[in-house]
């Protein structure tokens, strides 16, 4: 078994954790003593970081509907749908019909580039974050 240091994405704080992995697989999770955000310490959600992993509900591939069913398609696919989807709406109903929900899982910068995607590609200025939620 070895340990990867990595950063817990449950939300923008950034802690450092180790993760264990054995056999190619991540089987469990413990706090960076000397990391500066987390300080050997992590939440709930960060101990238990390991499970979402390996789940088997986890979606590893992009699903779009086809004739009613969910079909796994590659990520060029995905993306080009979603974006003819987004600027189908946009140009038929108005950037006003588009919201976007920021993530605490994301950091501040990420967000910032989420919110100016929103205002400056949708024209919507109907951006939400999950933590007012």
Not at 22 to 46: F, I, T, Y
Not at 70 to 99: K, M, N, Y
Not at 110 to 132: I, M, P, S, W
Request: some cysteine.
């Amino acid at each position: 078994m070895h340990d990867v240091l990595t950063t817990c994405v449950y939300c923008g704080c950034g802690c450092g954790l180790y993760l264990h992995v054995e056999d190619g697989r991540v089987c469990g999770a413990q706090p960076s003593r000397h990391h500066p955000v987390s300080r050997g310490n992590l939440c709930v959600k960060g101990w238990h970081i390991h499970e979402s992993i390996n789940h088997p509900d986890r979606l590893t591939t992009p699903l779009i509907r086809k004739n009613g069913k969910l079909t796994p398609v590659g990520w060029e696919e995905a993306l080009t749908f979603t974006a003819c989807q987004l600027g189908h709406i946009r140009d038929s109903h108005g950037g006003a019909a588009i919201g976007v929900l920021a993530s605490a899982k994301c950091t501040n910068e990420e967000n910032y580039l989420l919110q100016k995607f929103a205002r400056t590609a949708l024209g919507t200025n109907n951006v939400d974050h999950c933590a007012r939620l």
